[in-house]
């Protein structure tokens, strides 16, 4: 059963771009978003995602996720899925030897910057950066899906 347990936080300034990669454009939007799960489709660049993932609150959930052609991406994109999309570039930190994904929201979610961890156990220990702030990984706003209902333009 694929799992994705991850921990997600605030930046205190932007000293993690002195180990930042050049990032990933990412465009994604939600079919559906019920108590149960969201289907999030998903471009990375030139690559496309279909992904479900459980509703559950923490930094523990089931997430199944698999390759699809890119224009069917976008033609799910503009056809089915909620507006707005979420908009944001990607890119991996390399910091205390750990990958981190710190995500710069575009569009709606101008403003917004979260880094993420992803981890194989919910008791593993992490050297947070000295740029990591506010751990947010049980507030549900923060989630995508619900930037794609609650934009954080209008908080």
Request: charged residues 30%; proline residues 4%; contains cysteine.
């Amino acid at each position: 059963m694929p799992v994705e347990i991850e921990r997600k936080y605030l930046l205190r300034n932007d000293d993690w771009r002195l180990n930042a990669n050049h990032g990933t454009k990412f465009e994604q939007g939600y079919i559906i978003g019920s108590d149960k799960a969201s289907v999030r489709v998903r471009t990375e660049g030139s690559k496309a995602f279909i992904n479900i993932k459980s509703a559950t609150l923490g930094v523990k959930r089931l997430e199944y996720e698999y390759a699809i052609p890119l224009d069917e991406a976008q033609e799910l994109m503009t056809s089915l899925c909620e507006k707005p999309l979420v908009q944001k570039t990607r890119y991996i930190v390399i910091e205390n030897g750990d990958e981190w994904e710190v995500d710069v929201f575009e569009g709606d979610n101008k403003g917004l910057v979260v880094a993420e961890i992803e981890l194989q156990s919910e008791q593993q220990s992490i050297e947070l950066p000295s740029w990591c702030g506010e751990e947010v990984s049980n507030d549900p706003k923060y989630y995508n899906v619900n930037l794609a209902k609650q934009p954080f333009s209008e908080w």
